[in-house]
Nanobody, 120 residues
Framework: QVQLVESGGGLVQPGGSLRLSCAAS????????MGWYRQAPGKQRELVAE??????NYADSGKGRFTISRDNAKNTIHLQMNSLKPEDTAVYYCKVSYRRRAGGNPYDYWGQGTQVTVSS
């Protein structure tokens, strides 16, 4: 069993900043990737940013504004979002891709989401 604790969402004015955090715990042997996705009303869920042990990947919409970082010791990721725009408004979901044991199958697990609203 895996738990993801997401935090940091809220209401912010255009141009403002927010920092999202996601902490994974439970039966985790190793983590491949952790990342943030978002879903706005009436739209499909889309990648925001993800991070592996070696690399980061950003959607074009967040390049230059968002920074993802990872604390491996705590199985935690952070997403620093600057220069926020109204179109960034969405529910942001954390996802972890992991193995429960050595040589085991990979699994994906999603958090419950945190609301980010950018509005004046």
């Amino acid at each position: 069993q895996v738990q993801l604790v997401e935090s940091g969402g809220g209401l912010v004015q255009p141009g403002g900043s927010l920092r999202l955090s996601c902490a994974a715990s439970g039966t985790i042997f190793s983590i491949y990737t952790m990342g943030w996705y978002r879903q706005a009303p009436g739209k499909q869920r889309e990648l925001v940013a993800e991070i592996t042990n070696y690399d980061t990947n950003y959607a074009d919409s967040g390049k230059g504004r968002f920074t993802i970082s990872r604390d491996n010791a705590k199985n935690t990721i952070h997403l620093q979002m600057n220069s926020l725009k109204p179109e960034d408004t969405a529910v942001y979901y954390c996802k972890v891709s992991y193995r429960r044991r050595a040589g085991g199958n990979p699994y994906d697990y999603w958090g419950q989401g945190t609301q980010v609203t950018v509005s004046s």
